[in-house]
């Protein structure tokens, strides 16, 4: 099977969308992750939901778990007003990850090759510089695992 037939349509977020809907849409729809676009369109990095999870961790905290247990849970309750304002590029790290692509005729396991190799539960299945979908590791799976 070749990866335009695996691809599936995914939610896509622009680097300057804002930070506290891509949040949202990580948690309502579960994903590991965004796919993160440039102005044109075009695929250029991840925004993984642990990503989006440690920005709402002070980083006293992430220092010291233990002080976790210490803070009260109106905490939580402020987790909106820290990403309010804020846009997808400020979420992103320092040097964010790249997206990997591969191209549609690629095969299920050249696509399971790169995901392996780069430890990324998403590709980007490319035709030349158009965006066709996404494999996200859990559509390889399902696909591997089907008898045929």
Do not use: W
């Given at each position: 099977m070749h990866?335009?037939?695996?691809?599936?349509e995914?939610?896509v977020?622009?680097s300057?969308?804002?930070?506290?809907?891509a949040?949202?849409?990580?948690?309502?729809?579960r994903l590991?992750?965004?796919v993160v676009?440039d102005?044109?369109g075009c695929?250029?990095s991840?925004?993984?939901?642990?990503?989006?999870?440690?920005?709402l961790?002070?980083?006293?905290?992430?220092?010291?778990?233990?002080l976790?247990?210490?803070?009260?849970?109106?905490m939580?309750d402020?987790?909106a007003?820290?990403?309010?304002?804020?846009?997808v590029r400020?979420?992103?790290p320092?040097e964010?990850?790249?997206l990997?692509?591969?191209?549609a005729?690629?095969?299920?396991?050249?696509?399971?090759a790169?995901m392996?190799r780069?430890?990324?539960?998403?590709?980007?299945?490319?035709?030349?510089?158009?965006?066709?979908?996404?494999?996200?590791?859990?559509r390889?799976?399902q696909?591997?695992?089907t008898?045929?």
């Amino acid at each position: 099977m070749h990866a335009d037939k695996m691809a599936e349509e995914y939610p896509v977020v622009d680097s300057d969308s804002d930070a506290l809907d891509a949040a949202r849409l990580l948690a309502e729809h579960r994903l590991p992750g965004l796919v993160v676009t440039d102005r044109s369109g075009c695929p250029q990095s991840i925004l993984p939901a642990s990503q989006v999870v440690q920005f709402l961790v002070p980083s006293y905290v992430q220092d010291d778990p233990s002080l976790a247990g210490v803070l009260d849970e109106s905490m939580a309750d402020r987790v909106a007003d820290k990403l309010a304002g804020k846009t997808v590029r400020s979420l992103l790290p320092r040097e964010p990850a790249e997206l990997p692509r591969v191209n549609a005729d690629d095969t299920i396991i050249e696509v399971a090759a790169i995901m392996a190799r780069l430890r990324c539960p998403l590709v980007a299945v490319m035709d030349g510089k158009t965006l066709l979908g996404v494999i996200s590791a859990s559509r390889l799976l399902q696909l591997a695992l089907t008898p045929h």
